[in-house]
Nanobody, 129 residues
Framework: QVRLVESRGGSVQAGGALRLSCAAS????????MAWFRQAPGKEREGLAG????????HYADSVTGRFTISRDNAKNTLYLQMSSLKPEDTAMYYC??????????????????????WGPGTQVTVSS
């Protein structure tokens, strides 16, 4: 079983930056697609950024392109999300998630969310104006 745990989020002023990390442990598959999602109260879950350990990506949602950067440290089995130019509308619970050995069809919509098998518990990010 894959276990994902996000780092503690935090509160920042608009325009600020924050880096989230997600540590993976447990059984490891040969390849993964790993991604970051968020969900604000009263809103649908939104896929933000993802990358495939087999080489595809990264992929970004339009809402974060140019502001957020996803990366991965293979040696530490850790996924990162560097967030900059934060806006109040970025306030949400942030989750990391993984799909082991994704099918070819998965890549038609890698940030869709429905295919993800493993999720972290989430971490709160609050951006104040």
């Amino acid at each position: 079983q894959v276990r994902l745990v996000e780092s503690r989020g935090g509160s920042v002023q608009a325009g600020g930056a924050l880096r989230l990390s997600c540590a993976a442990s447990g059984y490891f598959y040969s390849t993964y697609y790993m991604a970051w999602f968020r969900q604000a109260p009263g809103k649908e879950r939104e896929g933000l950024a993802g990358l495939y350990t087999g080489g595809s990506g990264p992929h970004y949602a339009d809402s974060v392109t140019g502001r957020f950067t996803i990366s991965r440290d293979n040696a530490k089995n850790t996924l990162y999300l560097q967030m900059s130019s934060l806006k109040p509308e970025d306030t949400a619970m942030y989750y990391c998630a993984a799909v082991p050995d994704p099918s070819r069809g998965f890549f038609n919509n890698p940030l869709g969310g429905d295919a993800y098998d493993h999720w972290g518990p989430g971490t709160q990010v609050t951006v104040s104006s």
